[in-house]
């Protein structure tokens, strides 16, 4: 019987959070604490990675995150980002984000559907000619994308912008729970250098995406419901038909 859930990420804003309705539904404890927090690279460690910002003529986007710190470092950096600069986004909401930056309407931004194949099904023969900047964090599978990149024969260069550092947990009682929620290859990373001698124990592990698993794997950790799949492409549907055979 599965009574008290812990997800490594920041509690739902919306009511309509198909978390609450599993709450509800299942009888069970769900509570939000994130393992991680994301923040901007230095200008200097940005510096290491030897990337001239006015090298590029587009730029490919898959967090707020990264958007945020891009136009930070072009201002410290005193790189003025030419209106003919084009955006490649994953998904309509990191396309939105950016008019927290530029005007929107004067410039030229694209959005997939999170997915790194629709990124490159929007780039197709109209734009394969650009010189892309991949906007990455320390724990994305940048692979995932710059492959596919490479497969088109892109000009491309994957550049670092966003970093995960491990938050706190030291007041979790992680040992009461009865299944953890895993989003990030970096929740691990938070996981043991909060508790370096975490042992599994009757504890199990959902997780979100294959670069998780590998994660999980890599710590001798137990994989108990996987997400995507066809059947739960989201973590609340993995844990909906889990707890349903499960409670």
């Not at 604490?33 to 200008?43: A, L, M, T, Y």
């Not at 892309?132 to 320390?138: E, P, Q, V």
């Not at 024969?153 to 670092?160: E, F, I, K, N, R």
């Not at 729970?177 to 592990?205: C, Q, T």
């Given at each position: 019987?599965?009574?008290?859930?812990?997800?490594?990420?920041?509690?739902?804003?919306?009511?309509?959070?198909?978390?609450?309705?599993?709450?509800?539904?299942?009888?069970?404890?769900?509570?939000?604490?994130?393992?991680?927090?994301?923040e901007g690279i230095s200008s200097k460690d940005f510096r290491q990675q030897h990337v001239?910002?006015?090298?590029?003529?587009?730029?490919?986007?898959?967090?707020?995150?990264?958007?945020?710190?891009?136009?930070?470092?072009?201002?410290?950096?005193?790189?003025?980002?030419?209106?003919?600069?084009?955006y490649f986004c994953t998904t309509e909401a990191v396309a939105m984000y950016l008019q927290?930056?530029?005007?929107?309407?004067?410039?030229?931004?694209?959005?997939?559907?999170?997915?790194?194949?629709?990124?490159?099904?929007?780039?197709?023969?109209?734009?394969?000619?650009?010189?892309?900047?991949?906007?990455?964090?320390?724990?994305?599978?940048?692979?995932?994308?710059?492959?596919?990149?490479?497969?088109?024969?892109?000009?491309?260069?994957?550049?670092?912008?966003?970093?995960?550092?491990?938050?706190?947990?030291?007041?979790?009682?992680?040992?009461?729970?009865?299944?953890?929620?895993?989003?990030?290859?970096?929740?691990?990373?938070?996981?043991?250098?909060?508790?370096?001698e975490f042992k599994p124990g009757n504890a199990r592990f959902v997780t979100f995406g294959?670069?998780?698993?590998?994660?999980?794997?890599?710590?001798?950790?137990?994989?108990?419901?996987?997400?995507?799949?066809?059947?739960?492409?989201?973590?609340?549907?993995?844990?909906?038909?889990?707890?349903?055979?499960?409670?």
């Amino acid at each position: 019987m599965i009574k008290k859930i812990l997800v490594s990420q920041p509690k739902p804003t919306s009511d309509k959070s198909p978390y609450f309705a599993i709450e509800r539904d299942y009888d069970v404890e769900l509570v939000f604490r994130p393992f991680i927090k994301v923040e901007g690279i230095s200008s200097k460690d940005f510096r290491q990675q030897h990337v001239s910002l006015s090298d590029y003529t587009a730029v490919v986007f898959t967090s707020k995150y990264a958007i945020d710190n891009f136009f930070s470092l072009a201002k410290e950096l005193r790189v003025n980002i030419p209106e003919t600069m084009k955006y490649f986004c994953t998904t309509e909401a990191v396309a939105m984000y950016l008019q927290k930056h530029i005007v929107f309407r004067k410039r030229k931004i694209f959005y997939g559907n999170g997915t790194p194949s629709s990124v490159i099904d929007l780039i197709g023969p109209k734009h394969k000619d650009e010189k892309f900047l991949i906007a990455t964090s320390d724990s994305s599978n940048v692979e995932a994308i710059t492959s596919l990149f490479q497969a088109q024969g892109l000009d491309y260069t994957a550049s670092v912008f966003v970093k995960s550092v491990p938050q706190d947990l030291r007041d979790v009682d992680i040992d009461s729970y009865d299944l953890v929620v895993f989003y990030n290859p970096s929740d691990i990373k938070s996981l043991y250098s909060n508790f370096p001698e975490f042992k599994p124990g009757n504890a199990r592990f959902v997780t979100f995406g294959k670069q998780i698993v590998k994660a999980m794997e890599e710590a001798g950790l137990p994989v108990e419901i996987q997400a995507p799949t066809p059947e739960a492409p989201s973590v609340a549907r993995a844990l909906e038909l889990y707890l349903g055979s499960h409670n």
